[in-house]
């Protein structure tokens, strides 16, 4: 079993950067992929990043989010800059037990999630 912790959400005005951590415990994290989705009212869950073998974004966070890792804590990292309203959403980190070095980008890849983060960009 693995338990995912998030923290770091808030609110911020458009430009402007937010940090999310997932920590993450009872198994080392560094066997496992990592991803952070994210949810907006009234849409389906998307996928936003993730770490395994490779980094793997989507489209539209390219060039301003980063998922760097820190294996020594456990934690993963959502770096967000350059924030636009439309990333206003709940983040969640996931995580599955590393099967290959395809890294997986839809929800039904991961086993584990966090309780989610409220993060809202105002313009």
């Known amino acids: 079993q693995v338990q995912l912790v998030e923290s770091g959400g808030g609110s911020v005005q458009a430009g402007g950067s937010l940090r999310l951590s997932c920590a993450a415990s009872g198994r080392s994290s560094s066997s496992y992929d990592m991803a952070w989705f994210r949810q907006a009212p009234g849409k389906e869950r998307e996928f936003v990043a993730a770490?395994?073998?490779?980094?793997v974004y989507t489209d539209s966070v390219k060039g301003r989010f980063t998922i760097p890792r820190d294996t020594a804590k456990s934690t993963v990292y959502l770096q967000m800059n350059s924030l636009k309203p439309e990333d206003t959403a709940v983040y969640y980190c996931a995580a599955v037990r590393r099967k290959s070095t395809v890294v997986p980008s839809t929800w039904n890849g991961y086993d584990y999630w966090g309780q989610g983060t409220q993060v809202t960009v105002s313009s």
């Open positions: 770490i395994g073998w490779s980094h």
